[in-house]
């Protein structure tokens, strides 16, 4: 007689079952199935446009993204107000990143994929005079992307068409971000916003500098990279839109919809003329958009790895936002 699908269930609380005559086998090592674990990458597209009137000297963005060890990239934007002291913003910005990228695998320094000890290396290594807002992401083979962040660059992950996460800009007040500097006045990696997200294969991550964010609309972004057939593509739809928006006055856009709320306004005369406060910012314009993909890779250990990858969405777990304001 067939045992019922409940007892079959649940054993008897307290019987102890025998010691089987016949324990599993080991599996043979030499098993015919291949043994492979998926391990998380990106694909990375970027873009830069710069400012209409530094397009001679290329402007103050510098970035750098590279997809071989699983996926990192990162954005520096110099502050231009070291023009007025006849210092070229963009050379802190550039090695900056130079630095960051030839850290990246220096064993002796032992970066160890951790963004913000990256940003505290290259930042100590650099000797050019001037300041910069700036943003590093390392994704781990695990599918986290770990990020530190100093000032106002942008990164939202799109997840079926919705801006899932968005990192916070920091700034000391309206147009003055946090910057990590020549200066000792200025910011360090121990002010940065840190973070990990983890992702899931397909997401879309978009990052910027503020020439980016204060130009263009979430629903702007989410439309621009469903219409483009891939990340090159995208990046650089992204980066026409908001410079396209940039040199609109009439447009309205995130850039004077915040200076606005904080208080800036136009002349009273011109109030009484029905005119606000209204129009794109021009200013250098860095997109990086990267898509997160799972690939198969072989086991070395040689046991067969089930990995579902991330199936809880997005955990994001703020690590350290030490945030100190004199
Ligand atoms: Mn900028």
Not at 218 to 239: F, H, N, P, R
Request: proline fraction near 5%; charge should be negative; charged fraction near 20%.
């Amino acid at each position: 007689m067939a045992a019922s699908t409940a007892s079959r269930l649940s054993p008897p609380r307290f019987h102890v079952s025998p010691r089987s005559p016949h324990p599993p086998l080991r599996r043979s090592r030499f098993s015919p199935v291949r043994a492979a674990k998926l391990e998380a990458v990106l694909s990375i597209g970027t873009h830069l446009i710069p400012h209409p009137r530094k397009a001679a000297s290329g402007g103050e963005d510098a970035f750098f993204a590279n997809s071989d060890a699983g996926g990192v990239f990162a954005i520096a934007d110099g502050v231009s107000g070291w023009a007025e002291k006849d210092v070229n913003p963009a050379l802190f910005s550039r090695e900056l990143m130079r630095n960051s990228s030839n850290f990246l695998n220096d064993e002796e320094l032992q970066v160890n994929g951790d963004p913000q000890i990256l940003l505290m290396k290259a930042h100590a290594a650099t000797s050019s005079i001037g300041s910069a807002t700036v943003i590093i992401a390392v994704l781990e083979k695990s599918g986290t992307l770990k990020i530190a962040s100093v000032g106002d660059c942008g990164l939202k992950v799109i997840r079926k068409g919705q801006v899932m996460f968005s990192i916070s800009p920091q700034e000391h007040y309206f147009d003055c971000p946090y910057q990590i500097s020549s200066e000792a006045a200025g910011q360090t990696y121990q002010d940065a916003l840190v973070c990990s997200v983890n992702l899931m294969d397909g997401d879309m991550i978009v990052s910027g500098s503020d020439g980016l964010f204060d130009n263009i609309f979430d629903q702007e972004i989410i439309s621009t990279i469903s219409e483009s057939s891939g990340v090159d593509e995208a990046a650089k739809a992204l980066a026409e839109l908001a410079r396209k928006h940039s040199v609109d006055v009439t447009f309205d856009s995130p850039y004077s919809m915040e200076a606005r709320s904080k208080g800036f306004d136009v002349p009273w005369w011109k109030k009484l003329l029905g005119a606000k406060l209204i129009g794109g910012k021009m200013d250098d314009i860095t997109v990086v958009v990267a898509q997160v993909k799972t690939v198969a890779v072989p086991d070395e250990g040689g046991d067969i790895e089930e990995q579902k990858g991330n199936e809880q969405g997005i955990a994001v777990a703020v690590a350290s936002a030490v945030q100190n304001e004199e």
